[in-house]
């Protein structure tokens, strides 16, 4: 708590924890505003996606979400296996090595 009492009290302290936050705060906010625009580019090559193949673009959040999982059950499914199948030779691997 003596750190704190010094921050409060001395305004050259005050200054600079302040300055402090504020960088910090400036640059969370950098980085969720890149994943944002990452996002909303990725919705929009999809949505364009769709239109370009011709298939009914989704009119809301739920039917996106759902045409988004149906989609990728697939691919789910096959990373799945494959990883079931990297994991089972990784196993073997080592099996072999030990004697």
Request: charged letters at 25%; zero cysteines.
């Amino acid at each position: 708590m003596d750190i704190y009492n010094i921050i409060l009290n001395d305004p050259i302290y005050t200054t600079i924890a302040v300055i402090l936050s504020v960088v910090v705060f400036i640059s969370i906010f950098k980085k969720l505003f890149k994943v944002a625009i990452i996002l909303i580019a990725f919705s929009v090559l999809y949505v364009g996606f769709i239109y370009y193949s011709g298939e009914k673009i989704p009119e809301t959040t739920d039917d996106l979400m759902k045409d988004i999982s149906r989609r990728s059950e697939g691919v789910i499914e096959e990373v799945l296996n494959k990883s079931e199948e990297i994991v089972k030779n990784v196993d073997k691997l080592i099996k072999d090595k030990n004697p």
